[in-house]
Nanobody, 127 residues
């Protein structure tokens, strides 16, 4: 069983930065994929970034590529999402997620493929 707890959300002006954290408890060893998803009101929950813990290969959606960075601290069992150059369109509830994976480099894109979720943290970007 895996428990995930997000923190670090808040309100920021456009162009600013935030760092989200996802603390994991339970068994999240290298056989997992972990990802960050976001959901704005009335929209689908979409993956913005993921990391395969076997190889630390990362992947980003086109909308955040070059602005967001996903990383993992194994000693702290914590995943991060550094968000720079934030835009009002980044306003959403952000969720971390995890799934056991047999792959080395690839992580699933769909939310249905992840079976562990945090409670979410709100990010609001104003103009």
């Amino acid at each position: 069983q895996v428990q995930l707890v997000e923190s670090g959300g808040g309100s920021v002006q456009a162009g600013g930065s935030l760092r989200l954290s996802c603390a994991a408890s339970g068994n999240t060893d290298s056989r997992y994929c972990m990802g960050w998803f976001r959901q704005a009101p009335g929209k689908e929950r979409d993956r913005v970034a993921a990391i395969n813990l076997r190889s630390l290969t990362t992947d980003y959606s086109d909308s955040v590529k070059g602005r967001f960075t996903i990383s993992r601290d194994n000693e702290k069992n914590t995943m991060y999402l550094q968000m720079d150059s934030l835009e009002p369109e980044d306003t959403a509830m952000y969720y971390c997620a995890a799934v056991a994976s047999a792959t080395t480099f690839w992580c699933p894109d769909a939310k249905a493929d992840y079976n562990y979720w945090g409670q979410g943290t709100q990010v609001t970007v104003s103009t």
